[in-house]
């Protein structure tokens, strides 16, 4: 197995994880988003991409009604072309330890072929559209963006 599909694997898991504990019990993901299918290929061949992490802060004293407003939001953002993966969920309650910070309430992650994908997902309506109707809920977004390199 390839790194990229190593990674790819484990992001997916991960991602699975997340979405699953962000939904809550009795909650399922459909109640939170309508599903979006939409191929997704990943050239194993290629450059290995770019990681867009985001994590926000959410204003204090939104409704539930607002938070999964907020996730519908969120997931809509699968739905730009240029993104190949994409994963969503809360901070998880691991150990505290000097280097861990979970202070945030919900990180986005999305892998793109290259910066040249990131880019047109900056300008895509779709995501012009999630923050134009959702930035009055985040109190504080912090954006880390990496290149992945291969061995």
């Not at 204090?60 to 993966?85: I, M, N, Q």
């Not at 861990?100 to 895509?124: K, M, P, W």
């Amino acid at each position: 197995m390839n790194r990229i599909t190593f990674l790819l694997a484990m992001l997916f898991c991960v991602g699975s994880f997340l979405f699953t504990s962000c939904a809550g019990e009795g909650t399922s993901p459909k109640e939170i988003v309508e599903e979006i299918n939409i191929e997704k290929i990943i050239d194993g061949d290629e450059d290995p991409g770019l990681i867009h992490v985001v994590h926000f802060w959410l204003t204090d004293g939104l409704t539930e009604a607002e938070k999964k407003d907020f996730l519908k939001g969120v997931w809509s953002l699968e739905g730009v072309p240029s993104v190949k993966r994409m994963f969503v969920g809360p901070a998880a309650s691991t150990p505290s330890r000097g280097v861990v910070d979970n202070s945030f309430d919900y990180a986005l992650i999305v892998y793109f072929d290259d910066v040249a994908g990131h880019d047109v997902y900056q300008e895509h309506p779709i995501h012009l559209k999630f923050v134009a109707e959702h930035e009055a809920k985040f109190k504080t977004v912090q954006v880390k963006d990496n290149v992945l390199v291969n061995r």
